[in-house]
C-alpha cells in the first residue's frame, strides 16, 4: 500500500531534550515536506526537499533540522525542543516537485 | 499580504445547495495548484489539482484564473459527508526551489 509513514503519532516532552520525528515514504517520490499546523495559521511548510542531500527552508525553519540521505527518509530533528514548537507536524511527499502531495498521519507534539 | 488567501467561512449550507469557494495568490511563478480538504485535525487529502482549462470530477469543479491570480471550488448538490476544511494549495517557483504555500481554509458546514 503506497503510504507515508510518520512516527511517532504523540509525543509529549521536556523542553530542551532532542527528538526526532521520522517519515518515510514508499512511492519513490522526489519531493518530502514538513509542516506543522496551529489553530487560526493553517498549514506553514518547515523544510522540503526536492531530492537526496537536497534540502530547503520553508516559510518556518527556525528551530527544525533535516536531512534526506536516502530518498525515501526525511526525518525532522528538534535539537532543543521549545513550548512554542508544540503543534501538529505533518510530513508529506509528491512524485515531483510540481504534483500533489501524499500526507502522512500526523505527529501531535507537546513541549511543557 | 498573505500568499495565499481563502475567505475563512464557516459557510453553513443546507444539503444539496451549491457552494462557491475562492483563494488568490500573490506570487506569478506559481507553478501547480490543488485543492485539498481536511476533516478535524486529520491529515490532508488531495480533492483535485486545478488546471488552466478547468476541470472537473463529479460534483467539484475547478477553475484557474492565471492572469487574475485566482482558483476556484465549486461544490454542487452539497452532501452532508462535505463538511470539511478546505484548503487552497500553491507550488510556487522560489528559483532553484519549490516552496508550497496553503491558504488558511475555508470551513464548510453542510446541514441536513
Known amino acids: 500500500e503506497a503510504q507515508v509513514t510518520q512516527n511517532p503519532r504523540y509525543l509529549i516532552t521536556v523542553t530542551g531534550k532532542k527528538l526526532t520525528v521520522t517519515c518515510s515514504q514508499n512511492?519513490?517520490?522526489?519531493?518530502m515536506s514538513w509542516y506543522r499546523q496551529d489553530p487560526g495559521l493553517g498549514l506553514r511548510q518547515i523544510y522540503y526537499?526536492?531530492?537526496?542531500?537536497?534540502?530547503d527552508k520553508g516559510d518556518v525553519p527556525e528551530g527544525y533540522k533535516v536531512s534526506r540521505k536516502e530518498k525515501r527518509n526525511f526525518p525532522l530533528i528538534l535539537e532543543s525542543p521549545s513550548p512554542n514548537q508544540t503543534s501538529l507536524y505533518f510530513c508529506?511527499?509528491?512524485?515531483?516537485?510540481?504534483?500533489?502531495?501524499?500526507f502522512g498521519d500526523g505527529t501531535r507534539l507537546s513541549i511543557l | 499580504r498573505k500568499e495565499v488567501e481563502q475567505d475563512p467561512g464557516p459557510f453553513n449550507v443546507p444539503e444539496g445547495a451549491t457552494v462557491a469557494f475562492n483563494c488568490t495568490y500573490s506570487?506569478?511563478?506559481?507553478?501547480?495548484f490543488f485543492w485539498y480538504r481536511q476533516d478535524c485535525r486529520k491529515e490532508p487529502k488531495l480533492l483535485m489539482s486545478?488546471?488552466?482549462s478547468g476541470n472537473e470530477d463529479g460534483r467539484f469543479t475547478a477553475q484557474l484564473n492565471r492572469a487574475s491570480q485566482y482558483i476556484s471550488l465549486l461544490i454542487r448538490d452539497s452532501k452532508l459527508s462535505d463538511s470539511a476544511t478546505y484548503l487552497c494549495?500553491?507550488?510556487?517557483?522560489?528559483?532553484?526551489?519549490?516552496?508550497?504555500?496553503f491558504g488558511a481554509g475555508t470551513r464548510l458546514f453542510v446541514k441536513a
Open positions: 508529506a511527499s509528491s512524485r515531483t516537485v510540481t504534483q500533489p502531495q501524499h
Open positions: 512511492m519513490n517520490h522526489e519531493y
Open positions: 526537499s526536492m531530492n537526496v542531500e537536497v534540502t
Open positions: 506570487n506569478s511563478a506559481s507553478q501547480s
Open positions: 486545478v488546471y488552466s
Open positions: 494549495v500553491v507550488k510556487e517557483d522560489v528559483g532553484g526551489g519549490f516552496k508550497t504555500i
